[in-house]
């Protein structure tokens, strides 16, 4: 006999079946008319040129707690205000210590040739009492025996911490977290030095100029160091490399230098930049994208991060003047402290999703969805990094096949580090990075005193953020949140 609730069932599954790739087809339909309206605005109203142009050649450098940093701030709410986006608003985080600018830097080579020098003072670092006219000397401690040695003989002189260091060598001396290297700082403190100077890694007049600490150490949470410093230079390898040759061959070698450097200790806290599209469906919850927008001192921090920045501030505007339909609230970060560790994704994450004190998961970590960032220089998006996380690979090859043809075409398994989606991947949420196209080259720029304007490219910037606009849009539009890696994070 013929069982008719067999029939009825089958029936049933077939019709399920049926209206689920029906609405999945309407969806697909949707996905790609929002899509095609995404890159139409991204390609004939962009304001990214406008917008990293100001970002770099009138806010950079970005350095963390600067005046240039809060003006950065400033014009960023304001331009974010302008575009609808009414709650946008600086976050406080901290504490994070004194802000810090250069105001005067002079250095020069008077004898045995005389020509200015490519040279930077480090961050954080105090500045010269007036111009310093003074002899150059090497003193290479790298051991206790070595202090006995240089005693007395440092006081008033520029002090070479190293010899010669061939081009290219990428070490810096600001990587000594030792015991050992504070106390030697505090040798050469008391020694009443002039200043220290080291070759900065980096060829062709390259200077990438770090932050004086004397180790990767804070106290009570305060940036940048534990312990008092003199002033630090950082010289162009090529130079410095002169200096350290003409005082092997015993030819005296005459400096002069004047630096004036400002703190400002009145506001200890930093902030992040945070402003959202309301979504209309499931408002709790969050689809983040993201950017560091402070840099160091050097250059304009434009590849380093003015592009992030511009991306997602870009797609940020086109998800806005579109108006398309989003079912989860999108919102934008853009984070300070990111050049000294991260601090400000760090701060977020354990502010809004975990309990730093229990490492227990906040009541909103389960409304996060993913976190996009943005930081890999200014070339186009080739990929995107998924930390290991299998579950979103189909779902993001599916996303970047309207992107094929612009080069998009990686979903790496890979892990990205030391980027701010990290802070939120420990975490155990999403937290996933755009790869780009020379990557290498921008982290070799990035915090130099060449990363200016000039090394932009516009064209890509404005393309990445019609993905990222995509990616956003998807990831805000799926019925489900995104599915996250399995095990402990």
């Not at 998961?361 to 070339?379: E, I």
């Not at 995107?384 to 299998?390: E, K, L, S």
């Amino acid at each position: 006999m013929h069982d008719w609730r067999v029939t009825v069932a089958g029936l049933a599954l077939v019709t399920l079946a049926a209206n689920r790739l029906q609405t999945a087809q309407r969806s697909d339909l949707s996905d790609a008319a929002a899509i095609r309206q995404i890159r139409q605005e991204a390609a004939e109203r962009s304001q990214l040129t406008s917008t990293v142009g100001t970002l770099t050649d009138l806010y950079g450098p970005r350095l963390t707690g600067s005046p240039n940093m809060k003006a950065a701030a400033d014009y960023v709410i304001d331009k974010l205000k302008g575009w609808g986006l009414e709650d946008a608003r600086p976050e406080l985080w901290g504490p994070f210590g004194p802000g810090w600018s250069n105001d005067r830097f002079l250095a020069l080579a008077v004898s045995p040739l005389s020509f200015p020098l490519v040279a930077y003072p480090k961050a954080w670092t105090p500045g010269t009492t007036g111009e310093v006219h003074a002899e150059a000397v090497v003193a290479r401690i790298e051991r206790d025996g070595d202090f006995e040695t240089y005693r007395g003989k440092l006081r008033d002189k520029f002090v070479l911490t190293t010899p010669l260091r061939p081009i290219g060598d990428s070490r810096s001396d600001s990587d000594d977290a030792s015991v050992f290297a504070r106390r030697r700082m505090e040798f050469f403190v008391n020694e009443g030095v002039a200043a220290l100077l080291e070759p900065g890694p980096g060829r062709s007049g390259a200077v990438v100029a770090g932050d004086g600490r004397v180790a990767r150490s804070f106290a009570a949470g305060m940036y940048p160091w534990p312990d008092p410093v003199p002033p630090q230079v950082v010289v162009a390898n090529e130079h410095f490399n002169w200096m350290a040759r003409s005082l092997e061959k015993g030819v005296p070698v005459i400096l002069e230098m004047s630096i004036a450097n400002t703190y400002y200790p009145a506001e200890p806290n930093s902030f992040n930049i945070i402003a959202e599209i309301r979504g209309d469906e499931q408002p709790d919850q969050v689809v983040m994208i993201g950017a560091h927008i402070d840099s160091t001192h050097l250059g304009s921090g434009a590849v380093d991060n003015a592009a992030g920045s511009a991306v997602v501030l870009e797609a940020m505007r086109i998800l806005k003047a579109t108006r398309l339909k989003m079912r989860r609230t999108v919102r934008l970060a853009l984070w300070t402290g990111s050049e000294q560790g991260l601090l400000g994704s760090r701060a977020y994450v354990t502010d809004h999703f975990l309990n730093p004190s229990t490492l227990q998961a906040r009541p909103s970590h389960s409304t996060l969805s993913a976190y996009f960032d943005v930081d890999d220089g200014t070339g186009p998006f080739h990929g995107i990094y998924v930390q290991g996380n299998q579950a979103v690979v189909p779902i993001f090859e599916q996303w970047i096949a309207p992107f094929i043809a612009t080069g998009m075409t990686r979903v790496s398994l890979e892990s990205r580090a030391g980027k701010d989606h990290v802070s939120f991947d420990v975490a155990g949420l999403n937290g996933f990075h755009f790869m780009q196209e020379g990557a290498d080259r921008a982290d070799q720029l990035g915090k130099s005193n060449f990363d200016l304007y000039d090394l932009l490219d516009p064209d890509a910037l404005v393309q990445n953020a019609a993905i990222v606009a995509s990616f956003a849009y998807r990831a805000a539009n799926r019925p489900e949140p995104l599915p996250r890696k399995t095990g402990p994070p």
